[in-house]
């Protein structure tokens, strides 16, 4: 047999993953604040030289630790300059890093078949794919937990002897991308893991708190040089971030939802292979179900908690060991993120790859003796790759009318949206249109096949759909959102030879700790832009809008501002002012 770097199969596996994902990265703009603010991180270290806590023209510090700003800096600095796809190449690296090594992972102890499906099933779970595709720290990170919980197995296989270093390795970069959470959920997978498989609990302990400790020299040292930086705005901060968050006593509240997110979160970010699971739902056997269901509840309290526990203990000596691993990662994972009142659906990305294997095990079992679900699961993706195309057609002839759209708040821009659908050419486009519409086309042919042949071309649906979306459908759609011509509009009409551009934002007073800056502007104009709010300059130019500058107009006048309107942005209602302040003007300040 070849050694599994060498074998065919990893090859073709890293192909596939590679050309699904990497020419896509720099098809849409920023359209979101998230993107650009860690960008302008990475963008301000080149600048300033500052690769420990950089400050951005707001004057504000970063929000997480700077292994990944470290990754675009250095992709950057190589490019010459940050750009979209730079900025996103450490998130998809991360994921094809993290496909590639779930392969080996679990290729040397499920079998060929399985692991291939199990990566791929997480590869083109909606919310890793999207992840992958992004400029935020949390496809890092998970890619970094997720590693860090492979090599910690590998560990246990080889009788826990000496220290898993290459664990502690990843574990202390995860800490460095986003805090102690890198090394926390590891540990206590993998401890828990080592309890049901009856170790000695003071030596589990002991083991998991050295390899914790270890995984926090990298962060002990940074923590003490940003200390040094930033003082105590960096304390307060890693307080707010950690210890507020995690026991719900943050000075702000941001993203406060019930633990039943986290259900809803899953169950969406694990599209399409949610739809799967609703149709096996209807292949149980729920009246054998109930009837076992009803006949322990009749049993007295007792009777019932025994058998509980027999059954437990009867389902974990016959499990695998990578099923009961598998089982524990995710559930540890999960419940411990229902603990914090902030919740996130990207929190959760480093339990996909593991459900992503039962998910396989599933697929493999529909295909080898009970092919129905996955048979109809394969034809409405196929059905839906038809729709797909017939929908894109109906709007290339124009036969959508803005009307449809209404008069409301979103109106102009969903139809700018249906404009630029409309509006998609050139053969490249077309050839990935077609992409899933012909695999669809295939499925009808081939759907009767069963095995392996069937999962692959189940498999091949799904990414076939990601290829039309990925190259042309999300690209075009988000593009029209973005403000990166209004940047260039603005940089003419402001040029930094004619003065400095400041901001203000009403919200921005309001929001403690989830600060709301124009990123996506500051960063198309290179970091230009400064707080109008606390600094204010002389003269200069001013990014606002109308209702904000309404807000404040009077305080400004006060102190003897005089704005003259440049500038009407034809989206979100941006303004470009220039401004002097005259002193003679300004109103007696009151003491």
């Not at 004057?59 to 796809?85: D, L, N, R």
Request: aromatic share 14%.
């Amino acid at each position: 047999m070849k050694p599994v770097l060498h074998g065919r199969t990893f090859l073709l596996l890293a192909l596939l993953c590679t050309i699904t994902l990497l020419p896509f990265l720099g098809l849409f703009d920023y359209h979101t604040k998230g993107e650009p603010r860690e960008s302008i991180v990475a963008m301000t270290m080149l600048t300033d030289g500052n690769w420990i806590m950089p400050r951005n023209s707001y004057g504000e510090i970063a929000y997480k630790p700077p292994f990944f700003h470290w990754c675009i800096a250095v992709v950057s600095a190589i490019q010459g300059k940050v750009t979209e796809a730079g900025s996103r190449l450490p998130s998809a690296i991360a994921l094809l890093l993290m496909t590639l090594g779930g392969y080996i992972f679990f290729l040397r102890r499920t079998g060929k078949r399985t692991a291939l499906l199990t990566v791929l099933v997480g590869f083109t779970a909606f919310e890793i794919h999207r992840a992958g595709a992004n400029c935020r720290v949390d496809m890092v990170l998970t890619a970094l937990i997720t590693g860090a919980l492979y090599r910690l197995y590998e560990w246990y296989d080889k009788g826990m002897k000496g220290v898993a270093w290459s664990a502690v390795l990843l574990m202390g970069l995860a800490t460095m991308t986003k805090g102690p959470v890198g090394s926390i959920l590891p540990c206590l997978s993998m401890g828990i893991f080592l309890l049901l498989k009856r170790q000695n609990f003071w030596k589990v302990l002991l083991k998991m708190t050295i390899f914790g400790v270890l995984s926090l020299v990298f962060y002990a040292i940074w923590f003490y040089a940003a200390w040094q930086t930033a003082g105590d705005d960096f304390i307060n901060l890693v307080y707010e971030e950690n210890i507020g968050r995690m026991t719900g006593t943050m000075t702000y509240k941001v993203h406060v939802l019930p633990w039943t997110f986290n259900i809803v979160s899953v169950v969406a970010g694990f599209v399409p292979w949610t739809l799967l699971f609703l149709i096996a739902l209807f292949f149980v056997n729920w009246k054998a179900f109930f009837g076992n269901l009803w006949q322990w509840w009749t049993d007295n309290v007792g009777v019932r908690i025994r058998s509980l526990f027999e059954n437990i203990n009867f389902a974990l000596a016959k499990a695998h060991d990578i099923d009961i691993f598998s089982l524990v990662c995710t559930a540890a994972i999960f419940i411990f993120y229902c603990i914090p009142e902030s919740k996130r659906s990207v929190y959760l990305m480093p339990i996909y790859p593991f459900i992503g294997y039962f998910v396989a095990r599933y697929i493999l079992y529909c295909a080898d003796t009970r092919p129905k679900p996955l048979r109809i699961f394969g034809s409405i993706l196929a059905v839906l790759t038809s729709v797909l195309f017939i929908a894109f057609i109906i709007v290339k002839l124009q036969l959508v009318p803005e009307s449809v759209f209404g008069s409301g708040r979103h109106a102009a821009q969903n139809i700018a949206m249906l404009h630029s659908l409309e509006d998609i050419g050139g053969v490249a486009s077309w050839l990935l249109v077609l992409v899933p519409t012909a695999a669809g086309a295939a499925w009808w042919h081939f759907r009767k096949e069963e095995g392996t042949a069937m999962a692959a071309y189940v498999v091949a649906l799904v990414m076939s759909i990601y290829v039309a979306l990925d190259g042309v459908y999300t690209p075009t759609v988000l593009n029209s959102k973005s403000v990166k011509e209004i940047a260039a509009e603005i940089d003419r009409r402001a040029p930094a030879s004619e003065g400095n551009i400041y901001e203000f934002m009403e919200l921005s007073l309001e929001v403690k700790g989830d600060p709301l800056h124009f990123f996506e502007l500051n960063f198309y104009l290179n970091d230009r832009i400064g707080s109008f709010y606390y600094e204010q300059p002389d003269s200069g130019f001013l990014l606002t809008t109308a209702y904000d500058l309404g807000v404040r107009g009077e305080e400004f006048a006060a102190k003897g501002y005089e704005f003259t309107l440049c500038y009407e942005a034809p989206k979100r209602g941006i303004q470009l002012y220039r401004f002097n302040k005259n002193a003679e003007k300004a109103l007696p300040q009151q003491p």
